[in-house]
C-alpha cells in the first residue's frame, strides 16, 4: 500500500487560506479515488474532499465553495487549498485513498484557525 505524508498546516486567522500538499510514496495514477479526512478534537474522522483519477471532485456541504481537492498523477501528489477558514476546520487533516485503508495513514498536518 501506498504510504502519504501530509504538510502545510498551520495557524491561519478567520477568513484565511492554506494549501495541503500529500506525498505518496508510490505512484498514485492506478488509484481510483483519493481523499482528505480530517479529525478535530473529539470528534469522528471525516472525509470533506474526494477526487477521482479522472479528475472528478466531491466535497463534504460544509467546505463546498471554500475547498478545493486535486491532484498530480505525474508528481504522485494530492493538494487541498483551503479559502475562507473557520475556527470550525480546526483539526488534523490527513490524506487517503478512498474508501480508507488503515495501513496508509500518515502523520496528519494540524490546521488551527483561530483569531
Known amino acids: 500500500q501506498v504510504q502519504l505524508v501530509e504538510s502545510g498546516g498551520g495557524l491561519v486567522h478567520p477568513g484565511g487560506s492554506l494549501r495541503l500538499s500529500c506525498t505518496a510514496s508510490g505512484s498514485i495514477a492506478s488509484i481510483h479515488a483519493m481523499g482528505w479526512y480530517r479529525q478535530a478534537p473529539g470528534k469522528e474522522r471525516e472525509l470533506v474532499a474526494a477526487i477521482t483519477s479522472g479528475g472528478y471532485a466531491n466535497e463534504v456541504d460544509s467546505v463546498k465553495g471554500r475547498f478545493t481537492i486535486s491532484r498530480d498523477n505525474t508528481k504522485n501528489m494530492v493538494y487541498l487549498q483551503m479559502n475562507s477558514l473557520k475556527p470550525e476546520d480546526t483539526a488534523v487533516y490527513y490524506c487517503?485513498?478512498?474508501?480508507?485503508?488503515?495501513?496508509?495513514w500518515g502523520q496528519g498536518t494540524q490546521v488551527t484557525v483561530s483569531s
Open positions: 487517503n485513498v478512498v474508501p480508507y485503508n488503515d495501513d496508509s
